[in-house]
């Protein structure tokens, strides 16, 4: 993902999207709520999305870092010699 300013906005329909700044043609992440889960969330729909959206960075960057480490260990692997 690029550098650009995101913003999370709430469509008013139940949907709340995530989309850069510069670029309403396309959102990044969209999250619909159901007719019930917004009567649920009482207004809260917003927040729920923001947390959410936030745990799914939180969870895509320590795959990442994950990731990177087992590409690491493998490079590593690769370069010993066991005799």
Do not use: C, K, W
């Not at 959206?53 to 010699?81: C, F, K, P, W, Y």
């Amino acid at each position: 993902m690029s550098t650009s300013l995101l913003e999370i906005v709430d469509l008013g329909d139940g949907e709340v999207v995530l989309q850069r700044v510069e670029d309403e043609s396309e959102p990044l992440v969209s999250i619909q709520f159901s007719d019930e889960a917004n009567a649920y969330l009482m207004g809260n729909n917003l927040e729920i999305a923001r947390v959410m959206i936030q745990a799914g960075i939180e969870a895509a960057a320590r795959l990442s870092e994950v990731n990177n480490l087992e590409v690491d260990t493998a490079d590593m692997s690769e370069r010993r010699t066991l005799h």
